[in-house]
């Protein structure tokens, strides 16, 4: 297959749906074979034929990422499927929101350990595999326009975005110092019609146009442009960036 | 299955110093990728050889004469894309001076004339450009090429930070101004790049403060002003976008 990612593999997290799923097709139609995980497998299982019917190859793996123990079957799998990987997309994340005052210490642990550990363990397990297969990787860190700026209501999901943003920076400097060199970016979606938002808020048309009168740009977000951006730095456009944060959110953190 | 190589097909673009360096990086790509160029400069024989050299005689790569800091050149770029092409899509202000004078002894008629270029010339291109991307409503995109330079300081480079940092912010003001008809205005931060601009500097002693350990080529800020001005960017306005080898992560 031709393409910018011709003979590269692409691990993406949270694949089952939303912008994860759009990942999968969008580096799929560049050549990279994909492995797609996520904890539905109906949904995952979704994702790898819909790359199939673009005449793409995916592996659905079932994967917690919080459990070490799936990083370390993911990597296997992948590298016995398509050999080492070359991408990891740590798109896997869950949303949350409520007041301050009534967060619970569980609700914090949980929102953390999905999408701060979960984002950890897999740059981890990225640096190793890449470092044992020689392999000049890159690494794309979804975050959030609320990894970049506070939004009322969601103080554990901007502080696990925010963690993610920092966390990009030093692993883009530890990457850097590795040979060959791995570079690690983060994305920084605006509001995405996904279903995180409508599980979240409700599938809503009045909602949607809400947000997108909202947005600087008068649209809505579709995962689709989100794909276009992660497939962007997880290619060679993108040789000369590490570390870097790139925000696709129709304008709304401009102000 | 693969997407378009050609996803600039049916624009016009106009690439200010385009001569050389990362405008005629940006060029090439653009051209490429299936755009209608105009490159501008101040220098008509380097300026007519890019134009050349990229197009290899396609009439839709030209070169027009004009100094970035100048209105009335604007005028006169405007109404020579409007007669060639008939339409206006994409402006890339990437035009820039650059030298060292430490501030204490900076002339304020040096400050004013690297700015003239580097910060007035953007926002008179982006008054034009927007005018003409008025004309047939399908909205536009414009990437101002600002600079490390925009987001952190370097010393003695005062005038030089103060455009920078100045298009920065210019592009998110205008972001939102002009986000409702579909102009998106971004701006990139190129760090070290391989240029006539920075051949004079000592690379070997700039390199271990680049995390990637090279300095990038005008390939790399081609990709970038190619990912902002196509489709592939639609949803992205008012960012910055650092492309500079890990430099400003530390």
Same mark, same amino acid.
């Given at each position: 297959m ?6 590269r ?26 492995v ?9 299982l ?7 019917d ?9 994967h ?29 994340g ?63 999901y ?9 966390m ?88 | ?11 016009v ?13 940006v /060029? ?5 990728? +299936?755009?209608? @160029? $105009? !490159?501008?400069?101040?220098? %008509? ?86 005018? /003409? ?5 399908? +909205?536009?995109? @414009? $990437? !101002?090429?600002?600079?490390? %330079? ?101």
């Amino acid at each position: 297959m031709t393409g910018k990612l011709a003979n590269r593999t692409v691990i993406v997290t949270g694949a089952t749906k939303g912008i994860g799923r759009e990942a999968c097709l969008a580096l799929a139609r560049e050549g990279a074979k994909i492995v797609a995980t996520g904890r539905d497998e109906k949904g995952g299982l979704e994702t790898a034929a819909l790359v199939g019917d673009l005449g793409g190859e995916c592996l659905y793996l079932r994967h917690d990422i919080r459990k070490e123990n799936d990083w370390r079957d993911v990597f296997a799998k992948t590298t016995e499927r398509f050999g080492a990987p070359h991408g990891l997309v740590n798109n896997a994340g869950i949303f949350f929101v409520k007041p301050l005052a009534e967060t619970t210490e569980e609700d914090f642990d949980n929102i953390y350990s999905i999408n701060v550990e979960g984002t950890f363990l897999g740059v981890k397990h990225a640096f190793q595999s890449f470092a044992a297969s020689q392999t000049q990787g890159a690494i794309v860190n979804v975050s959030s326009l609320m990894g970049q700026v506070g939004f009322p209501n969601a103080i554990a999901y901007c502080a696990t975005k925010g963690a993610i943003t920092a966390m990009t920076k030093t692993a883009a400097m530890e990457g850097a110092a590795m040979s060959p060199k791995v570079r690690v970016n983060s994305l920084h979606p605006g509001v995405i019609w996904t279903p995180m938002i409508t599980g979240t808020f409700g599938d809503d048309k009045a909602l949607s146009d809400a947000f997108a009168a909202d947005t600087p740009l008068k649209m809505i977000g579709l995962p689709e442009y989100m794909a276009d951006a992660i497939t962007f730095l997880i290619s060679d456009d993108s040789a000369y960036i590490t570390g870097a944060e790139l925000t696709a959110d129709g304008g709304r953190g401009a102000d | 299955m693969q997407r378009s190589e050609r996803e600039l097909a049916g624009k016009v673009a106009i690439v200010t110093g385009a001569s050389r360096g990362i405008g005629k990086a940006v /060029a090439a790509k653009f051209a490429r990728s +299936g755009a209608c @160029v $105009v !490159l501008t400069g101040r220098n %008509v024989d380097a300026g007519t050889a890019a134009a050349k050299e990229i197009g290899g005689g396609r009439r839709d790569v030209m070169f027009v004469k004009a100094d970035q800091g100048s209105d009335a050149d604007w005028t006169a770029v405007l109404a020579h894309a409007q007669k060639a092409f008939g339409r206006v899509d994409i402006l890339v202000a990437n035009a820039g001076l650059s030298n060292n004078v430490p501030t204490a002894g900076m002339e304020l008629s040096q400050f004013r004339d690297l700015n003239r270029t580097n910060l007035k010339g953007p926002f008179l291109g982006l008054k034009h450009c927007v005018a /003409a991307m008025r004309k047939h409503g399908e +909205g536009g995109s @414009v $990437v !101002l090429m600002s600079s490390i %330079v925009g987001m952190v300081g370097v010393p003695g480079y005062i005038h030089y930070s103060a455009a920078k940092g100045g298009l920065r912010l210019m592009a998110k003001a205008a972001a939102l101004e002009l986000g409702a008809e579909n102009i998106r205005v971004n701006s990139i931060h190129p760090g070290m790049i391989r240029t006539d601009m920075t051949a004079g500097f000592d690379e070997q002693a700039v390199i271990p403060r680049i995390p990637l350990g090279k300095f990038g080529e005008g390939e790399d800020i081609a990709n970038a002003a190619l990912f902002l001005a196509s489709n592939r960017g639609k949803f992205i306005t008012g960012v910055q976008l650092v492309v500079d080898g890990g430099w400003t992560v530390q």
